[in-house]
């Protein structure tokens, strides 16, 4: 169902995954400038935004039942709400312990109900060209982060740290512009998933329905054994890329190369990353998204040992290139995967929940692999063992495959019986 207006839904999502994704990902420009103002410590100020993503992946799972049992419309405006006035609200905070109220939870409850949902809607819309539509609308939150950057470092020039939030909390209002043109899809109009049209349902039964509908959806999820393979296989894929973004910069500078060393390294990641995620989204289209999944999984963890036995910068950047080529698109694969194993209604939920496992493994792995840089006196250990993860990750996806491809032969088999 690749329509006109499937495209009017895909420049609306890209939109929103710019000002929402792009501009969380872009937290280290903001981490910069907090420690010049708050004094509060690395560790501290890094805290705000790690557990801000947390936040984002937890509200996630509610985002997308949400949206199925009332409308993604509304779900969206009320993200793009939430969104624009944590930053508002962080404008007039004098301490930075009081960003966790402002910034981590009220702004990553508006990440929430923006990023899930939204990755989730485009789908019902897309058919023929999903992964494509995938890979553009990933590609955005990439151009965000770069717009970001470039905004955090000039309006911080211009105007501060409160200008800056000011003028950003305005900017991301434009979510509510976007979300406005999201009709609910066809698909999710039946009478049963509506809360709203049950007008004498009281507000504590509704919860009640609410989060019994949620949890009752993802454990159902976990008995069918191909999400269950999916599952572990896209949460590994989720900590072994992201923790390139908290842990590659020090491994080039443990290497003995400047800051500028370690920013190209980066800028080349993040590039790779924005372009390849739409080739790779095309090409995902023709052919199976679970082969090219565990193709860029097995290739990037075999990478990932390989660089550790080099100390030549530009064989460090050709390691960030390939990771940003290829580990760096494994979300565009996550809606195909996903609505072939589990059907396209229970893409909000599988979808939610591969996210939110992933960021809590995410959030236990960094630290244990930061630890092992500690115990071992550099990082080649824990590259090694972020290999190992990539590698895990591309075995899952190709027993899921096999599997899959046996189900079908024998199905053959018994139809010409």
């Known amino acids: 169902m690749d329509t006109g207006y499937s495209w009017v839904v895909l420049t609306a999502c890209c939109c929103i995954n710019m000002l929402a994704f792009g501009l969380l990902k872009s937290y280290g420009m903001l981490l910069v400038e907090l420690l010049k103002v708050y004094d509060g410590g690395a560790g501290t100020t890094a805290m705000v935004g790690s557990v801000t993503s947390l936040v984002m992946s937890f509200i996630g799972l509610f985002g997308c039942t949400l949206g199925e049992m009332t409308t993604f419309r509304k779900v969206l405006l009320l993200g793009g709400i939430f969104q624009a006035s944590g930053l508002f609200l962080s404008v007039f905070v004098d301490r930075l312990h009081v960003m966790f109220l402002t910034y981590t ?5 508006g990440y929430g109900l923006l990023i899930s949902p939204c990755a989730t809607v485009l789908n019902f819309y897309f058919e023929k060209r999903r992964a494509l539509a995938s890979g553009l609308l990933n590609s955005a939150s990439g151009v965000g982060m770069f717009i970001f950057q470039y905004l955090y470092g000039s309006l911080f020039d211009e105007y501060g740290l409160k200008g800056c939030l000011l003028i950003i909390s305005g900017i991301v209002l434009n979510n509510c512009v976007a979300g406005s043109l999201i009709r609910q899809p066809q698909q999710l109009k039946e009478p049963n998933v509506s809360l709203i ?23 159902k999820l976990f008995r069918n054994l ?15 890329y992201a923790s390139h973004f908290f842990l590659y910069p020090a491994f080039v500078k443990g290497r003995g190369f400047d800051d500028t060393s370690v920013v190209i390294a980066m800028v080349i990641l993040s590039s790779l990353e924005v372009v390849c995620k739409i080739i790779l989204g095309a090409l995902a289209d023709h052919i199976s998204p679970t082969v ?19 100390e030549k910068l530009w064989l460090l950047y050709a390691y960030a290139a390939i990771t940003g080529a290829l580990p ?20 909000g939920a599988s979808l939610s929940t591969v996210i939110v496992t ?24 824990s590259f090694r063992v972020i290999g190992a993860i990539l590698f895990t990750s591309g075995l899952l996806m190709v027993v899921d495959e096999v599997k899959r491809s046996n189900e079908v032969n024998d199905k053959m088999q018994r139809d010409l019986i």
């Open 358 to 381: 992933g960021a809590l493994l995410l959030a236990i792995s960094v630290p244990g692999l930061g630890l092992m840089a500690d115990i071992t006196g550099n990082w080649n250990l």
């Open 292 to 310: 090219l999944h565990s193709i860029v999984m097995l290739v990037g963890g075999v990478a990932a040992v390989v660089v550790t036995f080099t």
């Open 328 to 347: 760096g698109t494994f979300f565009v694969f996550m809606p195909p995967i996903l609505v072939r194993s589990c059907g396209l209604k229970n893409l």
């Open 105 to 109: 939870v009220i702004t990553g409850i």
């Open 226 to 240: 191909p999400f269950a393979l999916e599952c572990a296989s896209l949460a590994l894929a989720q900590i072994g």
């Open 197 to 219: 049209k049950t007008p004498d349902l009281n507000p504590i039964n509704a919860c009640v329905i609410f989060f019994r509908k949620v949890f009752k959806s993802r454990f």
